[in-house]
C-alpha cells in the first residue's frame, strides 16, 4: 500500500480521537493481516482479528525462562533488548519451539518509554512480502494513540473543547461547557496557549507527540493537534521557567519550534491568541528548538493586527532612519545595525562594542558619524523611542519580504 495515503488514513483516525483497539483494527487492514499488540507491562495482549487464534511468542519466551530458573523480568529484558537492537524497525524472530512459527515484531514506543510489541503471524504469506514500513508507520502512530489514553474520557473531552475554542469563531462559553460537560474550565483564569509547529509535514505525528509530553510537564491535559501544529492550554500558576530546560531540549529533539502567549483571564480569548501567534513572523520563521515569546513581539504583532500592505506600513517608518538604511545600503556602512545594538543594550556603548565584536572607539565614531549626518538625538528619551519603533516595524517588514 501506498505509504503516503496509510499515512493520511491513519492521521485520520488519530484526529477523530479513535480507540486504541480501533486503531489497531485499521492497522490489521492496511497490513492485511491478523495483528496482536503486547502491552509493555506483561504478556497479556489481544486479537484484533478472531479468525486465526496465534501462539504468543513472547509468552512462549517468558515461559521458557521460567522453566530455566529465569524470572518475571524476563519480559522486560527481553523488550530492552529488542530496543537497543532494533528500535522501531520490525524484525523477524524464530521461536526456539518449533511448533510456533516465526513472527514479525515491531517495537511501539513514544515519550522515550518502551510501550509495547505489535506481533504479526506469518499466516498465508512469507514474510518477505509484509510491509515492514507500513508497519513502522502503524507502531509510531500506536505509541501516539496511547500516550493519548491516559485518562482517556478527560483527554477526549480536553481534545473537543481545545477543537472548539479554537476552531469555531462564534462558540460560546456555554456551548464549551456542553462539549466538555464536568471537565470544562473556568471561564474567568489566569491563561497561556504554547502553540508548536513543525516544517516536515512528513512526520506531522511527532508534533502531536510533543505537544502531549510538554502538556505534561505544564500539568494540563488540554492540548490538540492537527498536522504539522500542536496546541497546549495551561493555566498560569503552572510556570514555564521550572521547566524550560525541558522544553528545550524536547523541541530540540523533536525539530520543532514553540511560541508562547501573554496571560489570558478570558478562557474564550484562546482563540484570539491562537490566530495572532499564528500569523507571528517571527514564529514562523524560527528555527527548531526556538521558543518565542510573544511579549518579546508585541509591536510585530499590532503590525499585523494593523492588516495593513507592507507599502503602507512602510509609510510610518521614520524619515531619519529610512536616511540611515539608504546610506548603508549605498556605502556599505553598518550604521543602522550599530544603532539597533546601542539601543537594546539601553545606551551601554561598552555592551553594544560586545554585542557587534568590535572596538569601543568603531562604535562611538559610527554612534557621533550618524548625529552628524542624520542629526540623530541620542538622548532624548522621545527620540530613542522613535528609533527603537522605526527599526522594529522595518524589522518587521524585512520579515514579510
Same mark, same amino acid.
Given at each position: ?6 499515512? +493520511?488514513? *491513519? !492521521? ?7 480507540? *486504541? ?12 493481516? /491478523? !495483528? ?6 506483561? $504478556? ?7 479468525? %486465526? ?26 523488550? +530492552? ?13 524464530? $521461536?526456539?519451539? /518449533?511448533?510456533? &512459527? ?12 518502551? =510501550?509495547?510489541?505489535?506481533? @504479526? $503471524? ?10 515492514? /514500513?507500513?508497519? &513502522? ?12 489514553? #491516559? ?33 470544562? =474550565? ?6 497561556? =496557549? ?12 511527532? #508534533? ?8 505534561? !510537564? ?21 510556570? #514555564? ?9 524536547? *523541541? ?5 519550534? &514553540?511560541?508562547?502567549? /501573554? ?14 501567534? &499564528?500569523? !507571528? ?16 513581539? @508585541? ?10 500592505? $507592507? ?30 545594538? %546601542? ?21 562611538? %565614531? ?11 538625538? @541620542? ?13 522594529? *516595524? ?8
Amino acid at each position: 500500500m501506498d505509504l503516503t495515503v496509510a499515512r +493520511e488514513e *491513519l !492521521l485520520e483516525q488519530l484526529l477523530e480521537d479513535i480507540s *486504541l483497539t480501533g486503531l489497531l483494527e485499521k492497522c490489521a487492514r492496511l497490513l492485511g493481516s /491478523p !495483528l496482536r499488540f503486547t502491552f509493555h507491562g506483561g $504478556p497479556e495482549g489481544f486479537m484484533v482479528t478472531e479468525d %486465526y487464534p496465534i501462539a504468543d511468542v513472547i509468552r512462549s519466551r517468558i515461559e521458557t525462562s521460567r522453566q530455566a530458573g529465569g524470572t518475571d523480568d524476563s519480559f522486560r529484558i527481553l523488550m +530492552e533488548q529488542f530496543e537497543r537492537e532494533h528500535g522501531g524497525t520490525p524484525f523477524a524472530v524464530s $521461536p526456539e519451539t /518449533p511448533a510456533l &512459527a516465526r513472527r514479525l515484531l515491531c517495537v511501539v514506543r513514544a515519550n522515550g518509554q518502551l =510501550l509495547g510489541l505489535l506481533i @504479526l $503471524p506469518e499466516h498465508r504469506r512469507p514474510l518477505e512480502e509484509i510491509d515492514r /514500513p507500513l508497519m &513502522a508507520l502503524c507502531a509510531r502512530c500506536i505509541g501516539f494513540r496511547m500516550l493519548q489514553s #491516559v485518562r482517556d474520557s478527560t483527554t477526549l473531552a480536553a481534545q473537543q473543547g481545545m477543537h472548539m475554542l479554537l476552531s469555531f469563531r462564534g462558540a460560546t462559553y456555554d456551548d464549551f461547557i456542553g462539549v466538555t460537560g464536568s471537565a470544562a =474550565l473556568p471561564r474567568s483564569g489566569t491563561y497561556r =496557549l504554547m502553540v508548536l509547529r513543525r516544517q516536515d509535514s512528513d512526520e506531522s505525528q511527532r #508534533v502531536g507527540v510533543l505537544g502531549a509530553q510538554i502538556a505534561r !510537564l505544564l500539568s494540563t491535559e488540554w492540548y490538540t493537534f492537527q498536522k504539522q501544529e500542536a496546541v497546549v492550554l495551561f493555566d498560569e500558576g503552572h510556570a #514555564v521557567a521550572p521547566v524550560r530546560r525541558q522544553i528545550d531540549q524536547l *523541541l530540540e529533539i523533536g525539530g520543532a519550534c &514553540a511560541c508562547l502567549s /501573554p496571560v489570558f483571564r478570558d478562557l474564550m480569548d484562546a482563540a484570539v491568541w491562537h490566530r495572532r501567534m &499564528a500569523r !507571528l513572523p517571527s514564529f514562523l520563521q524560527a528555527a527548531p528548538g526556538t521558543l518565542t515569546f510573544y511579549e518579546d513581539w @508585541l509591536d510585530w504583532g499590532l503590525f499585523g493586527e494593523a492588516k495593513l500592505e $507592507p507599502g503602507q506600513l512602510e509609510a510610518f517608518l521614520p524619515r531619519d532612519i529610512m536616511a540611515i538604511r539608504d546610506h548603508d545600503r549605498e556605502h556599505g556602512t553598518q550604521y543602522l545595525r550599530t544603532l539597533s545594538a %546601542y539601543i537594546n543594550s539601553g545606551g551601554r556603548r561598552n555592551q553594544t562594542a560586545v554585542a557587534l565584536g568590535t572596538h569601543l572607539n568603531t562604535v562611538n %565614531y559610527r554612534l557621533q558619524k550618524m548625529e552628524e549626518l542624520f542629526g540623530l538625538d @541620542l538622548h532624548a528619551p522621545a527620540a530613542t523611542f522613535r528609533i527603537l519603533f522605526g527599526i522594529r *516595524l522595518m524589522e518587521y517588514l524585512d520579515s514579510r519580504t
